[in-house]
């Protein structure tokens, strides 16, 4: 049987992992109620938004009225990682980076090995397993600690870099790889294509194209809406991810806690059969002890 000294010290052990685990899951809770609430009130701004922003780049008679949509021979790529601080949250941060090493795999294979493949972390953990390996070319974690104060203003930096990089042709393409918050218990990781803009698919249904009239101006719409929309874009992959964090941290709680109980279940069933079994141990000596003394 265990020492009944050592079952004693894993059920404080232990004990003291649930409290911390379900003090975790609260706090998650509470993240994550408040960050559900922002993803609900900006992605039907946000999509509708990147609905007339493909649009529009797509009516432009000439591509090269609009930078941002301007397609050109891939030879350097981006891939931004977006990814938590912290840990605990089970596969979130392994899933993104499982997704960019496909995506990699998958895309750019070539490119990677040439070392034409960089990368923009925001969240501490993708920043340091990328830093770990020695395939990586060049990754920039100037904006790595976006998410202690996640607002727009702490976003936009990120993405103007991104942009004047786009725009000045050292990047060819950029893409962002993220966690789409769906559920508490569900969240898809999502690589999606951030520059060059993409157009629309074209509609089997379709028999007309979309007029616009620019108002004002197609320069002025080009150099501010268009940004403008990029960055609120950008924001939003920033919010799902926070969301999505949340709910993977919650649910990892949850289960966390949920184990500790079914141990400590175990573990006082053994403590109080090693506790039995001590005391039938001293019964049977008191009792060939007085055998004894009567022989």
Known sequence: MANLKEVRNRIVSVNSTQQITKAMKMVAAAKLRRAQDNITRIRPYAEKLDAILSNLSASLEDASDNIYASEREVKRVLIVTITSDRGLAGAFNANIIKGVNNYINTNHAALFAMGNVEFVALGKKGF??????????????????????????????AAEWIMERYVSAYY?????????????????????????????????????????IFEPTKEEIVEELIPKSLKIKFYKYLLESYASENGARMSAMDKATDNAKELLKELKLIYNRSRQAAITKEILEIVGGAEALNG
């Open 128 to 157: 340091e397993s990328l830093t770990r390996r020695k395939d990586v070319n060049a990754i920039n974690g100037d904006y790595v600690t976006a998410f202690s104060n996640l607002t727009f203003d702490t976003a936009r930096p």
């Open 172 to 212: 060819d393409k950029v893409v962002v790889v993220y966690n789409e918050f769906k559920n508490v218990a569900t969240q898809i990781v999502r690589t999606e294509q951030f520059l060059p803009i993409v157009a629309p698919a074209a509609s089997a249904t379709s028999t007309s194209s979309t007029d616009y």
